[in-house]
T-cell receptor, first 114, second 112 residues
């Protein structure tokens, strides 16, 4: 158990809909990362937050947004969903942004868009 | 642009054999190179990591070899066991930017 908690574990929704994925980082970790894993794209970095502020942005679509709250949990919002958004979405966390901090992954949220 | 290239895509090894997975990177600013192991239904978990100031790091049966001039690094699994069957990802990042850039993954199957 990595200590990173993601909900829901599975989600099925229709095209055009909006969903929210939730992540609780490991206790004490200030950085939260979101990754998308699909068969043809591998693990793609979406976005990183550090102590409530956006720190880095990767290949995140404009239809997607995220935030990190004062209690450090994070949410990834996916809107106007398309079939191609079906993937496994991982949240990960690490301690401070510097040093040799390990990044720990949750078990992911399976999103199926039908 | 894929910044970390990983090969092979899949690998079948007999129990007791050596599994070798290779990665090459493009960004010379990368200074942290971890390997992650992922079992079905689970998230990736850190296996071993290396920084470019050393050429090799060993932890148990797992060894990373690093060639800075060639911009390549590899994972060697000695005495491979069926329990090692998983997908392995190499990754890279640079200090100050903690987000990892992952390779495409290698599905390892160790046959008993």
């Amino acid at each position: 158990d990595s200590g990173v908690t993601q909900t829901p574990k599975h989600l099925i929704t229709a095209t055009g809909q909006r969903v929210t994925l939730r992540c609780s980082p490991r206790s004490g970790d200030l950085s939260v990362y979101w990754y998308q894993q699909s068969l043809d794209q591998g693990l793609q970095f979406l976005i990183q937050y550090y102590n409530g502020e956006e720190r880095a942005k990767g290949n995140i679509l404009e239809r997607f947004s995220a935030q990190q709250f004062p209690d450090l949990h994070s949410e990834l919002n996916l809107s106007s969903l398309e079939l191609g958004d079906s993937a496994l979405y991982f949240c990960a966390s690490s301690a401070s942004s510097g040093g040799r901090n390990t990044i720990y992954f949750g078990e992911g949220s399976w999103l199926t868009v039908v | 642009q894929q910044q970390v290239k990983q090969s092979p895509q899949s690998l079948i090894v007999q129990k007791g054999g050596i599994s070798i997975i290779n990665c090459a990177y493009e960004n010379t600013a990368f200074d942290y190179f971890p390997w992650y192991q992922q079992f079905p239904g689970k998230g990736p978990a850190l296996l071993i990591a290396i920084r470019p100031d050393v050429s090799e790091k060993k932890e148990g049966r797992f060894t990373i070899s690093f060639n800075k001039s060639a911009k390549q690094f590899s994972l060697h699994i000695m005495d491979s066991q069926p329990g090692d069957s998983a997908t392995y990802f190499c990754a890279a990042s640079k200090t100050g930017r903690r987000a990892l850039t992952f390779g495409s993954g290698t599905r390892l199957q160790v046959q008993p």
